[in-house]
């Protein structure tokens, strides 16, 4: 998804809650990282070209490309240490051109930019890092510069493309990462964003009204749970079967935030993809035949890759209490050890999960009620 597609799609959200737009970002996401590792596997496959053929000053030899280079205090410091200037930026340009053309790489340094060695060997000598510091070796030719502040600036130039203020689709985009809290955040916006990380967190900061944004792992105990609703429903002056299918305005989320002690985004998407269902479904449900539903409903539509499906749509098809966020993530925990499943043909993904389900644990959901004592309570269906 380019960024005009970007542009596009996020520009107008209002919605936080659709679980496609996380999808989307996560599709974002995977391509760009495919992208990163293609591009590093041709530089692989020239690992045994790259030598270095040229006089290098002391200062540009050790190994770790990562961290700064330690001086002893009897060693005279050579190089500079102040902020790169823009002549030194030129040649360091025009060093690029003259490696992708030498070695015949193309012209993507945003991959090499942001590639990180995650799942391999941070070594010196594994061929990803020798690579990389041959290459950051290759930029500093000419440069009284460390390979490590070559490095940096490499980074920071090529790999965080957007300066500047914040669009409104990048604001939106930050809002709905903020709502379903994906893991590494930070991380996860400045690739997608294209944008520096220490930048990203300040402006989710600026968002979320100085809090630091968390992934909350508190568990829901049942007098949690109680306290939650009976908040709801001073807060709204709703009784509980008012509650159905309504939303609330930001200002109740927030009363309840402070209430709780927990983030309005927290408690709002608990609200929507849990308790409302748990509440306001009325029947013995196994979540197993449940998902098996879903994937056949799922048939019925012209969908041709996960990120197609409108779960509203499939809404339409389940009882009044169901939501489509509750859908969404019953759903999608069927496919969470299938790589690749956003983009691979749903036709494909549907039959895949028709099987996986016979594996999986059938559990029934756990549907409340308030008891005399307006305590929440689980209906026990069974006989």
Known sequence: MEDMDLLARFENVEDLSDPTLIDDLQ?????????DEEFMQILLDKKESMVVTWEQPWYQEPNCLTRPLKVKDDVSQDYRTDTICSEEAELISKNWKDFRKTYGVPNKPACLARWRNKDKSRHPNTPEELVRRFIMAYLARGLNRTIYQVYKFFITHYGNRF??????????????C????????VPYLSAVLGREPRGIYKKLLQLSNGKIIERNNFKWTLPLCTTFLKLLM???????????NKRFGTSIWVQLEEAMGKEHLCLQMFW????????????????????KKILKKLKLYPYKIWSDIRWKEILEHFPDGFTHGFLY?????I??????YRQTPLEKLIDYGLKRIKTMPNKRLKTLILNEKQELEIINYKK
Not at 164 to 176: H, N, P, Q
Not at 178 to 185: E, I, L, Q, R, T
């Open 27 to 35: 599709m974002v996401l995977e391509q760009i990282q495919a992208e």
């Open 234 to 244: 001073k807060y709204t002056g709703e009784p509980l079967e008012n509650l159905q």
């Open 178 to 185: 903020m709502y379903h809290k994906p893991k590494n955040v």
């Open 329 to 333: 993530k019953t759903t999608s925990n």
């Open 163 to 176: 300066k500047g203020r914040y669009s409104v689709y990048e604001e939106k985009i930050m809002l709905v």
């Open 335 to 340: 496919f969470r050890k299938y790589k690749d």
């Open 272 to 291: 929507y993809n849990s308790l409302h269902v748990q509440l306001f479904v009325r029947c013995d449900i196994k979540i197993n035949k449940l998902r």
